[in-house]
């Protein structure tokens, strides 16, 4: 049986660990990191690097500092999910980053790994409006977040709060790191 491929293995990986949280040790300890490490140790654990890199890599993220996630997306000019077509169209495995602008600056908020067709997984998903304050899940993007087309992107803003919290979705797929 030919080898999956690499995004196709973190996505199923992703899936499986939100499916199994009782059974699987993997599963409290992407729930108790922040979300952005979660991804990235998710992608180790489909083993899309080594553990020695994944050590080596997690420590440099911020999310004030967009330019520390290049190596899996660029905040500021990788592809944009905007709407729930797009959302559907982004590819399984792919390093999603969910970037907010805060007085002119660019802010990564929040992190999560396609699982396809329009689905994510992640960690600590509330601060984009759906999900759970803390737990690896998987959730449906295309069709729970509040889509803003028009402005590319949609409206953070958690239920039962008023206004607009714009964030927009940049995305690459992972690849061997």
Same mark, same amino acid.
């Given at each position: 049986m030919?080898?999956?491929k690499?995004?196709i293995?973190?996505?199923?990986t992703a899936?499986e660990i939100?499916?199994?949280? =009782? =059974?699987?040790a993997r599963?409290?300890?992407?729930s108790?990191?922040m979300c952005?490490?979660a991804?990235?140790?998710c992608?180790y654990?489909a083993g899309?690097?080594s553990?020695?890199?994944?050590d080596q890599?997690l420590?440099?993220?911020s999310?004030?500092k967009p ?6 997306v660029d905040?500021?000019?990788d592809?944009?999910a ?6 559907k169209?982004v590819?399984? #495995?792919s390093?999603?980053?969910f970037v907010?602008?805060n ?7 929040h992190?999560?790994?396609s699982v396809g067709?329009g !689905?994510a997984? #992640?960690?600590?998903?509330?601060c984009i ?5 803390? #737990? !690896? ?9 509040e !889509?803003?087309p ?7 803003v ?7 919290r714009f964030?927009?979705?940049?995305y ?6």
């Amino acid at each position: 049986m030919p080898k999956k491929k690499l995004n196709i293995r973190i996505a199923e990986t992703a899936v499986e660990i939100a499916e199994n949280k =009782d =059974d699987d040790a993997r599963w409290a300890e992407l729930s108790t990191i922040m979300c952005w490490r979660a991804v990235v140790k998710c992608a180790y654990f489909a083993g899309a690097m080594s553990e020695k890199k994944c050590d080596q890599v997690l420590p440099s993220f911020s999310g004030e500092k967009p330019e520390s996630f290049k190596l899996f997306v660029d905040p500021l000019k990788d592809s944009l999910a905007y709407d729930p077509a797009t959302m559907k169209a982004v590819p399984p #495995g792919s390093f999603l980053a969910f970037v907010y602008e805060n007085e002119g600056k660019p802010r990564v908020i929040h992190a999560m790994v396609s699982v396809g067709d329009g !689905w994510a997984a #992640g960690t600590k998903n509330s601060c984009i409006g759906i999900g759970n304050d803390a #737990g !690896w899940e998987f959730l449906n993007l295309a069709k729970e977040l509040e !889509w803003m087309p028009e402005q590319q992107g949609f409206n953070a803003v958690r239920p039962g709060q008023s206004g607009v919290r714009f964030v927009q979705i940049r995305y690459r797929k992972i690849k061997k790191i």
